[in-house]
């Protein structure tokens, strides 16, 4: 197995999966896999609670929570995070650090 960089986690709870979540998990994979991103995981997860965020996604080890994800979204955090390491920071609701979640 590859040496992974970044686990994506995409919400496809009930509020995400009633906002696309499964559209955007698959747009997700097929962007990783187009680019040729062995070093990502992508996973789906169940309700990651926060519903006002729908469709959230978790990118690790950074700890990144993106909110109010859309397909446009998809493309600039798969190019830009997992890619190239630019946080895209207008889709951040919080972060992990110091064992905290920081609001932003």
Known sequence: ???????????????????????????FRREVTRLNGDHIRITETRCTGRCVDSCSVVVYPQGVWYRNVTQE?????????LFRGEIQQELVSYTYQLQNFIEH
């Open 1 to 27: 197995m590859h040496r992974l960089t970044y686990h994506v986690l995409v919400c496809n709870g009930g509020c995400c999966h009633r906002e696309g979540g499964e559209h955007l998990l698959q747009m």
């Open 73 to 81: 979204s998809v493309h600039a955090i798969v190019q830009g995070h």
